[in-house]
């Protein structure tokens, strides 16, 4: 068998180029690098470790990345872009301004800033990353993610499963011991749960499970649709400003309630405040049906391998969401445990992620460990059954990589024709669990031409191969000759082919990004900005004449000057920003 | 693919032995750089830890010999307390511990408070109290909720097949989405019983589709019909209620229909017939009505019926030769004896099966040319009736009917031009209406073949049309066919002779 990555020699020495780790989150997005015999976090270049996954437009037509980007949802709704992991692996395309952008090309700038910081702060160019995706992430999400590299200009060899990355942010500490993690990540967008097994430092993943659509955002949108309902103004929803508004307070909110009892949402409104004030009480009800949906991976995942939950030793949170106490408290509910989460929640996949990429440039000091991932669903494709009456009936499915398989996997199934001179024969190809093929999830199809005989006479062998990345190859061979056919799965709309590829690259290399060096003041601007939006009467009097003063500093040219004002503006706002009584 | 070279080591059962193989192997090959290899290494240490669980039971009871599984609900002592130095947790306030309610997971085993609310209250209590049951398990910790699954299964299998109280498993199948996980459902669960529960499932399902198909069906086809006399529950006085409404032919090849039937019902909708159908019914159905006695004793009285008929015959000629009666005086004890013949030859007919259809009718048709010489309406009319009578257990109710109109258009346009003619129910027609009775001059010998001959053709493509509406394609019904052309075969013949004759009297004066 043909295999896609070629054979390494290992000799020891370290690739000429380093090679990074990142998570690339819906929310939050975090660079890492294994250096020293440890893994740590690479600030981007504000000094702090999370960069929002946000891109904006501003209003020299330049893009912007990151905080100021964030900033700028509230005060520019239809210039920012958040939360476009969602939409990965989809054709859908979103609008900045006047231009419309793909999932994959948001990500490559978000990826190429990250990029860019990381060189700053290594001091060396980098060519490679391992990239984190959501162990549910399907073949289509999983090639978006790598194109997303390629276009940021890095090479994506291997893409790390985001459980199995927290595992092995906390693994290393236990090296030696025999230890069973469960690994409970609840990111922004997506929610994974992991089950994994640490022994003689092999950290094997036992079984998988999730839901792409499951995340903190969901709960924050709750919160807005409670607000909106508390007030009964469905207009808050519809228009754009107000939608932002909402949705920063709303996040607060649920950051706020992680520690206190209490939070309030609260935004301005036709020159007043509405606000409402939620407690834990309110916020459970609100999300009970998220809830829910949180145990049934949960559940699945412990049975597929066997493990009973006391048998547990280890629970792990991960994700920034599951910060939240409701979260928490279900889980330890059911799982009978309290959860760990001493390394940052925010902080661990990509802490995971520096792992992987210094156990892929062979770091010393990670010798010992190996580490495998499983499959998460089955793959199959359909198949004709037929019965002694001769009759036939279509659609079922015959799954041929179970769910939960170790990978790299590859398996063969030996089919028939079904038909009297057949022509050809289709072999699509289907993600899931369903016994009818139809309800599950098309990835794609391939066809082979066969010789015209009576059926059952013509035997082909469908392979099915699933890389250590989570790529599925499917190869169909006709028995008895070389007659081959591969299929890239390239007719999904969601994955970009090669010469789309090419010509976004170059689209994106035009795109005149800010520059970094006025970054600071730009993200500074936006934040006033936004402050000023959120609040009124006085407040955004003061804020609106500091925010003049700014601009005629900037307007100097001074770098001293605007370096000594933004000093104290910055903190200024910050105070705003955190003062109880003006939230 | 030797599993113990792979590995290194030398055959164990070992399972501690076996990961430590695994994990040094592991170094060697690894996974980046020799897939291949990998693949192989891994297969071997699953074959090898398979082989360890091959002999062992799977854990029915979930805790190991804990007597009282359910009582294993988390508690604050059973926590894990965080080591110290884990202990730094700077996203909670206050201690979990404090906030475990223990309420929630009940101190009664729910299996055992189920089965009585059951027993004393009935299906319909029990569903209300599971479907309570499962929504209070959300919040039970997952181990908890397992145990109470297979439980609950378990008790669920305890069930005959079909005294299954069907609306439990329905909630449990919502509650755990059983159906969706047939094949680990056996699996896991079921330990001896394996399967059980997935099939019971699966054929609920395929009787859900039945019914549906049924109810949709607006036509009431033959293999619907009986599809719904399948799905009866056994009960002697509705089956045989419903056995007698089937028309006399459906009765002769009910039981291989019948076999055949379920033969496909086994194919098409796994798991109905052994779990959805009562047997009983399904013997009731299929099995072959008559018995070996009655056949004989059928043959018996058949033969004695044509013997008899012959000896009748045979006698009213020898008394017209002799001049005992004359021509065209009808003795009332001929005529009785004749109509007695037909209606025991009718009746019997009514009786029996396939063959005794086939001997009731031959009778019939024999006895249509002996009336030739006993003439009468009264016997013309009752021969018409019991054609008619014959044809409709033999077939159905429409044949029959088709029968009739054939006979009633051929009397009355009786003579030369006959759709399918019966002359002799024209005859019998006018006698009972009190209609004239149109004579005609017979035609001369000369034209015999244009007044027999044509018509006579002209009665082989009309037999050959109505031989083809009367058909039936199903398999096991050819013989309505046989029969329907033996009768008008007979028919024919019968006409033909007596036209024949008919010329011949003319032609002797």
Same mark, same amino acid.
């Given at each position: 068998?043909?295999?896609?990555?070629?054979?390494?020699?290992?000799?020891?020495?370290?690739?000429?180029?380093?090679?990074?780790?990142?998570?690339?989150g819906t929310t939050n997005s975090?660079?890492?690098?294994?250096?020293?015999?440890?893994?740590?976090?690479?600030?981007?270049?504000?000094?702090?470790?999370l960069t929002p996954s946000v891109v904006g437009l501003d209003d020299?037509?330049?893009?912007l990345v990151g905080r100021a980007a964030r900033d700028r949802l509230v005060t520019h709704p239809e210039l920012t872009a958040a939360a476009f992991k969602r939409y990965?692996?989809?054709?859908r395309?979103l609008r900045l301004g006047?231009?419309?952008f793909?999932a994959?090309?948001l990500?490559?700038?978000v990826?190429?800033?990250?990029?860019?910081?990381?060189?700053?702060?290594?001091?060396?160019?980098?060519?490679?990353?391992?990239?984190?995706?959501?162990?549910?992430?399907?073949?289509?999400?999983?090639?978006?993610?790598?194109?997303?590299?390629?276009?940021?200009?890095?090479?994506?060899?291997?893409?790390?499963?985001?459980?199995?990355?927290?595992?092995?942010?906390?693994?290393?500490?236990?090296?030696?011991?025999?230890?069973?993690?469960?690994?409970?990540?609840l990111g922004g967008g997506t929610f994974?749960?992991?089950?994994?097994?640490?022994?003689?430092?092999?950290?094997?993943?036992?079984?998988?499970?999730?839901n792409?659509f499951l995340g903190g955002e969901d709960f924050v949108h709750r919160i807005m649709d409670g607000f909106v309902h508390h007030h009964d103004k469905r207009e808050l929803l519809d228009d754009p400003a107000l939608r932002g508004l909402l949705y920063a307070s709303a996040t607060r909110a649920m950051h706020e309630l992680t520690s206190k009892e209490r939070a309030t949402v609260s935004i301005p409104y036709r020159g007043t405040r509405l606000d409402w004030q939620i407690d834990d009480l309110t916020f459970h009800e609100l999300t009970e049906p998220l809830l829910q949906k949180l145990?049934?991976?949960?559940?699945?995942?412990?049975?597929?391998?066997?493990?009973?939950?006391?048998?547990?030793?280890?629970?792990?949170?991960?994700g920034g969401a599951s910060r939240m106490r409701i979260v928490?408290?279900?889980?330890?509910?059911?799982?009978?445990?309290?959860?760990?989460?001493?390394?940052?929640?925010d902080?661990?996949?990509?802490?995971?992620?520096?792992?992987?990429?210094?156990?892929?440039?062979?770091?010393?000091?990670?010798?010992?460990?190996?580490?495998?991932?499983?499959?998460?669903?089955?793959?199959?494709?359909?198949?004709?059954?037929?019965?002694?009456?001769?009759?036939?009936?279509?659609?079922?499915?015959?799954?041929?990589?179970?769910?939960?398989?170790?990978?790299?996997?590859?398996?063969?199934?030996?089919?028939?024709?079904?038909?009297?001179?057949?022509?050809?024969?289709?072999?699509?190809?289907?993600?899931?669990?369903?016994?009818?093929?139809?309800?599950?999830?098309?990835?794609?199809?391939?066809?082979?031409?066969?010789?015209?005989?009576?059926?059952?006479?013509?035997?082909?062998?469908?392979?099915?191969?699933?890389?250590?990345?989570?790529?599925?190859?499917?190869?169909?061979?006709?028995?008895?000759?070389?007659?081959?056919?591969?299929?890239?799965?390239?007719?999904?709309?969601?994955?970009?082919?090669?010469?789309?590829?090419?010509?976004?690259?170059?689209?994106?290399?035009?795109?005149?990004?800010?520059?970094?060096?006025?970054?600071?003041?730009r993200g500074l601007m936006a934040r006033a900005e936004r402050l000023y939006e959120e609040h009124l009467g006085e407040v955004r009097q003061a804020i609106s004449?500091?925010i003049?003063?700014?601009?005629?500093?900037?307007?100097?040219?001074?770098?001293?000057?605007?370096?000594?004002?933004?000093?104290?503006?910055?903190?200024?706002l910050e105070r705003i920003e955190t003062d109880p009584f003006l939230a | 693919?030797?599993?113990?070279?792979?590995?290194?080591?030398?055959?164990?059962?070992?399972?501690?032995?076996?990961?430590?193989?695994?994990?040094?192997?592991?170094?060697?090959?690894?996974?980046?750089?020799?897939?291949?290899?990998?693949?192989?290494?891994?297969?071997?240490?699953?074959?090898?830890?398979?082989?360890?669980?091959?002999?062992?039971?799977?854990?029915?009871?979930?805790?190991?010999?804990?007597?009282?599984?359910?009582?294993?609900?988390?508690?604050?002592?059973?926590?894990?307390?965080?080591?110290?130095?884990?202990?730094?947790?700077?996203?909670?306030?206050?201690?979990?511990?404090?906030?475990?309610?223990?309420?929630?997971?009940?101190?009664?085993?729910?299996?055992?408070?189920?089965?009585?609310?059951?027993?004393?209250?009935?299906?319909?209590?029990?569903?209300?109290?599971?479907?309570?049951?499962?929504?209070?398990?959300?919040?039970?910790?997952?181990?908890?909720?397992?145990?109470?699954?297979?439980?609950?299964?378990?008790?669920?299998?305890?069930?005959?097949?079909?005294?299954?109280?069907?609306?439990?498993?329905?909630?449990?199948?919502?509650?755990?989405?059983?159906?969706?996980?047939?094949?680990?459902?056996?699996?896991?669960?079921?330990?001896?019983?394996?399967?059980?529960?997935?099939?019971?499932?699966?054929?609920?399902?395929?009787?859900?589709?039945?019914?549906?198909?049924?109810?949709?069906?607006?036509?009431?086809?033959?293999?619907?019909?009986?599809?719904?006399?399948?799905?009866?529950?056994?009960?002697?006085?509705?089956?045989?209620?419903?056995?007698?409404?089937?028309?006399?032919?459906?009765?002769?090849?009910?039981?291989?229909?019948?076999?055949?039937?379920?033969?496909?019902?086994?194919?098409?909708?796994?798991?109905?017939?052994?779990?959805?159908?009562?047997?009983?019914?399904?013997?009731?159905?299929?099995?072959?009505?008559?018995?070996?006695?009655?056949?004989?004793?059928?043959?018996?009285?058949?033969?004695?019926?044509? #013997?008899?008929?012959? #000896?009748?015959?045979?006698?009213?000629?020898?008394?017209?030769?002799?001049?005992?009666?004359?021509?065209?005086?009808?003795?009332?004890?001929?005529?009785?004896?004749?109509?007695?013949?037909?209606?025991?030859?009718?009746?019997?007919?009514?009786?029996?099966?396939?063959?005794?259809?086939?001997?009731?009718?031959?009778?019939?048709?024999?006895?249509?040319?002996?009336?030739?010489?006993?003439?009468?309406?009264?016997?013309?009319?009752?021969?018409?009736?019991?054609?008619?009578?014959?044809?409709?257990?033999?077939?159905?109710?429409?044949?029959?009917?088709?029968?009739?109109?054939?006979?009633?258009?051929?009397?009355?346009?009786?003579?030369?031009?006959?759709?399918?003619?019966?002359?002799?129910?024209?005859?019998?027609?006018?006698?009972?209406?009190?209609?004239?009775?149109?004579?005609?001059?017979?035609?001369?010998?000369?034209?015999?073949?244009?007044?027999?001959?044509?018509?006579?053709?002209?009665?082989?493509?009309?037999?050959?049309?109505?031989?083809?509406?009367?058909?039936?394609?199903?398999?096991?019904?050819?013989?309505?066919?046989?029969?329907?052309?033996?009768?008008?075969?007979?028919?024919?013949?019968?006409?033909?002779?007596?036209?024949?004759?008919?010329?011949?009297?003319?032609?002797?004066?």
């Amino acid at each position: 068998m043909r295999h896609p990555i070629p054979n390494r020699q290992t000799n020891g020495t370290i690739p000429a180029l380093m090679i990074i780790g990142i998570d690339l989150g819906t929310t939050n997005s975090l660079a890492s690098v294994f250096r020293d015999g440890r893994a740590e976090i690479i600030p981007n270049v504000h000094g702090e470790a999370l960069t929002p996954s946000v891109v904006g437009l501003d209003d020299n037509g330049e893009l912007l990345v990151g905080r100021a980007a964030r900033d700028r949802l509230v005060t520019h709704p239809e210039l920012t872009a958040a939360a476009f992991k969602r939409y990965m692996g989809t054709p859908r395309q979103l609008r900045l301004g006047d231009k419309l952008f793909r999932a994959e090309e948001l990500s490559a700038l978000v990826l190429k800033s990250l990029r860019a910081d990381a060189e700053v702060f290594l001091g060396e160019p980098i060519g490679e990353a391992i990239i984190t995706v959501p162990a549910y992430f399907s073949d289509a999400q999983r090639k978006a993610t790598r194109i997303a590299g390629e276009l940021a200009g890095l090479k994506v060899e291997r893409l790390l499963n985001e459980p199995t990355a927290a595992a092995l942010a906390y693994g290393l500490q236990e090296r030696g011991a025999d230890h069973t993690f469960f690994v409970f990540d609840l990111g922004g967008g997506t929610f994974d749960v992991s089950l994994l097994e640490l022994f003689d430092h092999v950290m094997e993943v036992r079984a998988s499970a999730g839901n792409n659509f499951l995340g903190g955002e969901d709960f924050v949108h709750r919160i807005m649709d409670g607000f909106v309902h508390h007030h009964d103004k469905r207009e808050l929803l519809d228009d754009p400003a107000l939608r932002g508004l909402l949705y920063a307070s709303a996040t607060r909110a649920m950051h706020e309630l992680t520690s206190k009892e209490r939070a309030t949402v609260s935004i301005p409104y036709r020159g007043t405040r509405l606000d409402w004030q939620i407690d834990d009480l309110t916020f459970h009800e609100l999300t009970e049906p998220l809830l829910q949906k949180l145990r049934a991976p949960m559940e699945r995942a412990l049975r597929d391998a066997k493990v009973r939950a006391s048998e547990l030793d280890d629970v792990v949170l991960v994700g920034g969401a599951s910060r939240m106490r409701i979260v928490r408290e279900l889980v330890a509910r059911l799982l009978g445990r309290i959860p760990s989460s001493h390394i940052d929640p925010d902080k661990t996949i990509a802490l995971g992620a520096a792992v992987q990429a210094g156990l892929k440039s062979r770091d010393a000091a990670l010798k010992d460990v190996v580490m495998t991932d499983v499959c998460p669903y089955t793959l199959g494709t359909s198949v004709v059954r037929r019965d002694k009456h001769g009759r036939h009936s279509e659609g079922h499915y015959l799954p041929i990589i179970e769910r939960n398989s170790t990978v790299p996997v590859s398996r063969v199934e030996r089919l028939c024709t079904a038909y009297d001179d057949q022509q050809s024969v289709l072999v699509d190809v289907f993600q899931g669990e369903s016994r009818l093929a139809a309800d599950n999830i098309r990835l794609g199809e391939l066809k082979l031409a066969v010789p015209p005989k009576p059926r059952g006479e013509v035997s082909i062998d469908v392979r099915f191969t699933y890389d250590i990345n989570g790529i599925l190859e499917v190869e169909t061979t006709l028995v008895g000759t070389k007659d081959a056919r591969r299929l890239l799965i390239e007719d999904n709309p969601g994955v970009l082919s090669r010469e789309e590829i090419e010509a976004r690259f170059k689209a994106l290399a035009d795109l005149k990004i800010h520059p970094r060096e006025r970054d600071e003041n730009r993200g500074l601007m936006a934040r006033a900005e936004r402050l000023y939006e959120e609040h009124l009467g006085e407040v955004r009097q003061a804020i609106s004449e500091r925010i003049q003063g700014f601009q005629e500093v900037l307007d100097t040219q001074d770098n001293e000057a605007v370096a000594a004002f933004r000093g104290g503006f910055a903190e200024w706002l910050e105070r705003i920003e955190t003062d109880p009584f003006l939230a | 693919m030797n599993v113990w070279w792979e590995l290194r080591i030398s055959p164990t059962s070992d399972r501690r032995a076996i990961k430590r193989a695994y994990a040094l192997r592991l170094k060697e090959v690894h996974p980046e750089d020799d897939p291949e290899g990998f693949q192989r290494l891994r297969e071997a240490y699953e074959s090898a830890l398979a082989s360890i669980d091959e002999g062992a039971e799977p854990d029915v009871n979930g805790e190991h010999g804990d007597q009282d599984p359910m009582h294993s609900s988390p508690t604050p002592d059973d926590v894990r307390e965080d080591e110290p130095r884990k202990s730094t947790v700077p996203f909670l306030v206050r201690p979990f511990a404090q906030r475990f309610d223990r309420g929630d997971v009940p101190s009664v085993d729910p299996i055992i408070e189920l089965s009585e609310v059951y027993a004393k209250r009935g299906e319909g209590a029990a569903t209300d109290a599971l479907h309570e049951l499962l929504t209070k398990s959300a919040t039970w910790g997952l181990d908890a909720r397992h145990r109470f699954e297979l439980k609950l299964a378990e008790w669920l299998v305890s069930f005959a097949p079909l005294e299954l109280p069907w609306s439990l498993v329905q909630a449990a199948d919502e509650g755990f989405d059983w159906s969706s996980r047939l094949r680990s459902v056996a699996h896991e669960h079921l330990g001896r019983d394996r399967g059980y529960l997935a099939e019971r499932l699966q054929a609920r399902a395929s009787l859900a589709r039945i019914r549906r198909e049924l109810r949709s069906d607006g036509t009431s086809s033959k293999r619907h019909h009986m599809m719904r006399l399948l799905l009866l529950p056994f009960d002697g006085e509705t089956l045989d209620a419903e056995r007698v409404k089937l028309s006399f032919w459906a009765q002769a090849t009910w039981a291989e229909g019948f076999r055949s039937l379920v033969d496909e019902l086994d194919h098409d909708y796994p798991g109905v017939r052994l779990y959805e159908i009562d047997p009983r019914t399904v013997e009731y159905w299929t099995r072959d009505p008559e018995k070996k006695e009655s056949e004989d004793l059928w043959r018996g009285s058949v033969i004695l019926g044509v #013997v008899a008929a012959l #000896v009748l015959m045979l006698a009213l000629t020898g008394a017209r030769r002799l001049g005992l009666i004359s021509n065209g005086v009808r003795p009332w004890w001929a005529e009785a004896l004749w109509v007695g013949a037909l209606i025991a030859a009718g009746s019997l007919t009514l009786l029996g099966q396939r063959r005794r259809t086939l001997y009731g009718l031959t009778l019939m048709s024999l006895s249509w040319a002996p009336i030739e010489m006993v003439p009468g309406p009264i016997v013309e009319g009752t021969r018409l009736l019991l054609g008619f009578v014959a044809l409709t257990v033999a077939t159905d109710f429409k044949r029959a009917v088709l029968y009739v109109f054939f006979g009633f258009a051929g009397s009355v346009n009786r003579g030369p031009f006959p759709l399918i003619a019966f002359p002799w129910a024209g005859e019998a027609l006018r006698a009972l209406f009190r209609l004239p009775v149109r004579t005609e001059p017979e035609p001369p010998a000369a034209r015999f073949w244009t007044k027999v001959g044509i018509p006579a053709l002209v009665w082989c493509v009309l037999l050959a049309v109505l031989f083809y509406v009367v058909r039936d394609k199903a398999d096991g019904e050819v013989r309505v066919r046989a029969t329907a052309s033996w009768i008008m075969i007979t028919e024919f013949i019968g006409w033909v002779a007596r036209r024949y004759r008919a010329q011949r009297k003319q032609a002797q004066p």
